[in-house]
């Protein structure tokens, strides 16, 4: 009698791959040698993007920061830092949505960093 070789897992196995390929140009789409090669260095692309989406919106949170804090007469820096010595928990996205959408509240934001600065930086 044959040796069963788990066929149907196989099968399934490969069926998964190909369809993750679907889409991609030519045998990398037909081929499951050529499909498995894409589909992991699509997942590799994948994985980096997620990284620099996170470093991309960071840097936007900044700017969008700093460029409130600019008209309040203060820097990012010092800013972020009397926010830590007042003890203010909010994150670079919230302070964000504060200078664009909150401005009064951002405002008061400003004034409480304000009175954290040590005399010899303010």
Known sequence: MPRAKGGPKTRAR????????????????????SATESVDKGQQ???????????EFRQLWIARISAATRAHGLTYGRFINALKKANVLLDRKVLSDM??????GFEQLVGLAKQHLTPASA
């Open 14 to 33: 490969r069926k998964k791959r190909l369809k993750l390929a679907k889409g991609q140009y030519g045998a990398k789409s037909r081929l499951f040698r």
């Open 45 to 55: 692309y994948a994985y980096t993007g997620r990284k620099n989406r996170k470093r």
């Open 99 to 104: 200078a664009i959408k909150d401005a009064p």
